[in-house]
């Protein structure tokens, strides 16, 4: 699934990210940057050791807030790491924290003149945020930051399964984006 916000496109896709040839892809990591499970793992499996490497002399990152390292062995140029929030209920401080992993991380994509990037559902797996309610707060914030910034070309969620996908699917066809 695709669509158009004005001239940049938005897309939807099932699949792996480390698979990727946008310039940037979103990692969801944790505050440590050290490696996790999920897609952390994935993306520091197949990026090799020099990922970890540059990563222990970041300091870790915040919950809400993304820092950019080399892609190594990854098609990707660069790993823009971001920090989601682990879902404790509905509370606006928690949606506004994921909301803030997405705008940050397109903000430091801007810096480094990327025009395409891959995202994950964050904070989908390990970190529990429920899958409809995070694909809304996902795709609502790539939207409204497109539309202020169409260097940004692309923005492409690479979603794991079919039960991730359909949720995006589902979340973008009600917001309707024109
Ligand atoms: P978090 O701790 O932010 O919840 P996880 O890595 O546990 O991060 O899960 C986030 C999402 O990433 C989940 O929807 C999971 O299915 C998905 N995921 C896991 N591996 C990959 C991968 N290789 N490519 C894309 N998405 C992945």
Known sequence: ??????????????????????EAIVNAANRTLLGGGGVDGAIHRAAGPELLAECRNLGGCDTGDAVVTRGYKLKAKYVIHTVGPVYQGPNPNTERLLESAYRRSLEVALTKGVYSVAFPAISTGAYGYPLGEAASVALRTAIVFLQAHPEIKLVRFVLFNQRVLE????SLGRLNPA
């Open 167 to 170: 949720a995006f699917e589902e």
């Open 1 to 22: 699934m695709k669509v158009k916000i004005g001239s940049s496109v938005l897309e939807l896709v099932q699949g792996d990210i480390t698979q990727q040839d946008t």
